[in-house]
T-cell receptor, first 112, second 115 residues
């Protein structure tokens, strides 16, 4: 079945760049997503990338997709304390009866 | 007002009790989901429904049941709660139609403690 793997924890200093990595198994996924969960809240979509793209940039966020290696990364430039949260990688989408599968989440700690 | 609401937000109950968690949405989405979140295990799918007449088991459905009363309502029941069902429960909706990306919209969560 589908599987999404990511590391549990990342610590960075304020102002540095953060890179959160993810690997997935389902090569038929139409979309790959990054969700953010702030303390005490539900998940919210941060960004997504269509599977035929290699890169997507949105302000401080850069998503890189390597389809050959089934590797997805999220880079946050100039990381701020407000970026401290759990970041979930997910694959799926595209309609039909395909579900979205989430990774276990990477907790990002930003040190002032 | 929130698009996806969950009630209750917090619940403490005892082993063996029947518990119902409710979810309502105003987004008009056909698809609804129930997940549980546990530390170190991430988000796991319990049940999902792609429309009012469709109910599907997720990866951890044992001990749970669901009811899709209407497009806007999807409830999760624990018939006889046990302590390892202590977790944070999330409801979510999505709309994969047309050019939509099947983005999931989450409720605020229900923290359930089973003693």
């Amino acid at each position: 079945g589908e599987d999404v793997e990511q590391s549990l924890f990342l610590s960075v200093r304020e102002g540095d760049s953060s890179v959160i990595n993810c690997t997935y198994t389902d090569s038929s996924s139409t979309y790959l997503y990054w969700y953010k969960q702030e303390p005490g809240a539900g998940l919210q979509l941060l960004t997504y990338i269509f599977s035929n793209m290699d890169m997507k940039q949105d302000q401080r966020l850069t998503v890189l997709l390597n389809k050959k290696d089934k590797h997805l990364s999220l880079r946050i430039a100039d990381t701020q304390t407000g970026d401290s949260a759990i970041y979930f990688c997910a694959e799926g989408g595209g309609g039909g009866y395909q579900k979205v599968t989430f990774g276990i989440g990477t907790k990002l700690q930003v040190i002032p | 007002d929130a698009d996806v609401t969950q009630t209750p937000r917090n619940r403490i109950t005892k082993t063996g009790k029947r518990i119902m968690l409710e979810c309502s949405q105003t987004k008009g989405h056909d698809r609804m989901y129930w997940y549980r979140q546990d530390p170190g295990l991430g988000l796991r799918l319990i049940y999902y429904s792609f429309d009012v007449k469709d109910i599907n088991k997720g990866e951890i459905s044992d001990g749970y049941s669901v009811s899709r009363q209407a497009q806007a309502k999807f409830s999760l029941s624990l018939e006889s709660a046990i302590p390892n069902q202590t977790a944070l429960y999330f409801c979510a909706t999505s709309d994969p139609s047309g050019r939509a990306t099947d983005t999931q919209y989450f409720g605020p969560g229900t923290r359930l403690t089973v003693l």
